[in-house]
């Protein structure tokens, strides 16, 4: 790990120009030890007074250094938003659950085993040398979204379950604001090294949750083994019902594209209807019209159809066909 200077934040103002932010450090702090990010100055938040989970109108207002395994076990979040909860608990592990913040979740970098490999061009890590990934040996990357400079995917499960639940991102700087956390981050195009809306002299302080809605919530991760693996596909649902029709409906897919995945024709074509196979199918056919499967992760697409498919019967209680 190369040198560095430390300074803690004591208030938001307290931020020195062109510091790398840190706060639990999970991610980051794994980057600088490859020397895939090599900050000349951190800047440590962990101490500010953003910790904490209120009300917000009808909502929640969730602080950007609110941990993981508080959140997740946090009774309001388990009785009312409870895709979230069980998203945060299919991450990672209980230690590093315990460190890991709101807003670092949200900046999390891919897993691309290219972008860590510092003897591999990656356009991400080191704009304009190229894609190794394309041509490569690859498993766990996009089938949406995709470009001729990368392929990567972002890794999360939280921001899935939050993109589903439609909550936004607050950010404060010289442009405060709120962006919808499914508008968050970024596909590649061009410029994959842009992850996120953050500007330069911005940090996220709060994750805002809309008032919570009557239904069903599910989360489902299909992984290499049972716990502390990244999703190959995952899909978190929020459904309402009414006379036995889908009266509401949001679906977020995550490991498939460089941020969590909704398809507004998907879900509206779900609308109106009762659960049925021929629903779901028609459904899963609208998700995937638009992927591209590489060499490596052709897989991931009959697997994200077989697990939205079940995730919708499981949340709609529709019983498997005889």
Known sequence: ??????????TLQDMPDGATIIAGGTNL???????VTTPGSLVDISHLDLNRIEPEGDGLRIGALVRNSDLAADPVIRRDYPVLSRALLAGASGQLRNMATTGGNLMQRTRCPYFYDLRTPCNKRAPGTGCAALGGIIRNHAIFGASADCIAT???DMAVALSALDAEVEIAGPNPRRVRVADFHLLPGNTPHVETRLQPGEIITAVILPAPVKGEQRYRK?????????ALVSV??????????????????????????????????????????ALFEQAAN????AASGHVGPAFKIPLLRRTLIATLRDATGLEPAP
Do not use: N, Q
């Not at 790990?1 to 004591?10: E, Q």
């Not at 299909?222 to 990244?230: E, I, L, M, P, T």
């Not at 609208?286 to 019209?289: A, E, I, K, N, T």
């Open 236 to 277: 978190a649902v929020v459904i309402t019902m009414t006379d036995g029709r889908i009266t509401r409906v949001a679906l977020a897919c995550g490991s498939v594209a460089a941020k969590p995945w909704r398809d507004p024709e998907c879900e509206a074509a779900l609308i109106g209807h009762a659960p049925s196979d």
């Open 222 to 230: 299909v992984r290499d083994r049972a716990s502390f693996a990244f």
């Open 1 to 10: 790990m190369k040198p560095f200077i430390y300074h803690r934040a004591r």
């Open 154 to 156: 972002y890794p999360g």
């Open 29 to 35: 702090l794994d980057l600088m030890k490859h020397e």
């Open 286 to 289: 609208l998700m995937l019209r």
